[in-house]
């Protein structure tokens, strides 16, 4: 079955660079990978920081009135398979704050940036 989104959830679509996550150092998020989080149209993506590596279930919401997903997601962290959700929304074009949680285990909290203006900036 395939899924629309609203207009405005359609904004969050696309590679977010995670430039801040709680209890994190920068080094950490980006342990394996630049840490970021993709949301595809189909309403499903995937995200990874530090060791942890996810494939999402997403739902389109509307948190404070800003677009946003609410997902659940399974993948892995380090060698153990882990499970979640979390929810993500647009503060503004430039950015998306969100939070991720890790079923019996840790939860955080990190905001992102559109990947591609990020990725210009490291240079």
Same mark, same amino acid.
Request: hydrophobic share 35%.
């Given at each position: 079955?395939?899924?629309?989104?609203?207009?405005?959830?359609?904004?969050?679509?696309?590679?977010?660079?995670?430039?801040?996550?709680?209890?994190?150092?920068?080094?950490?998020?980006?342990?394996?990978? %630049? #840490?970021?989080?993709?949301?595809?149209? =189909?309403?499903? /993506? &995937?995200?990874?920081?530090?060791?942890?590596?996810?494939?999402?279930?997403?739902?389109?919401?509307?948190?404070?009135?800003? %677009? #946003?997903?609410?997902?659940?997601?399974? =993948?892995?962290? /380090? &060698?153990?398979?882990?499970h979640g959700r979390g929810w993500a929304y647009l503060v503004d074009e430039h950015?998306?704050?969100?939070?991720?949680?890790?079923?019996?285990?840790?939860?955080?909290?990190?905001?992102?940036?559109?990947?591609?203006?990020?990725?210009?900036?490291?240079?």
């Amino acid at each position: 079955m395939k899924h629309k989104l609203s207009k405005a959830a359609d904004k969050l679509v696309g590679r977010w660079r995670i430039i801040e996550m709680d209890e994190y150092a920068r080094s950490d998020v980006d342990a394996v990978e %630049p #840490g970021y989080i993709r949301f595809v149209s =189909g309403l499903h /993506g &995937d995200f990874a920081y530090g060791s942890v590596h996810g494939w999402m279930d997403c739902q389109a919401i509307e948190k404070d009135g800003l %677009p #946003g997903f609410e997902f659940t997601w399974e =993948g892995v962290q /380090g &060698d153990d398979q882990v499970h979640g959700r979390g929810w993500a929304y647009l503060v503004d074009e430039h950015e998306i704050a969100g939070h991720i949680y890790i079923h019996l285990g840790e939860n955080v909290a990190f905001r992102a940036r559109p990947y591609d203006r990020f990725a210009r900036r490291e240079h």
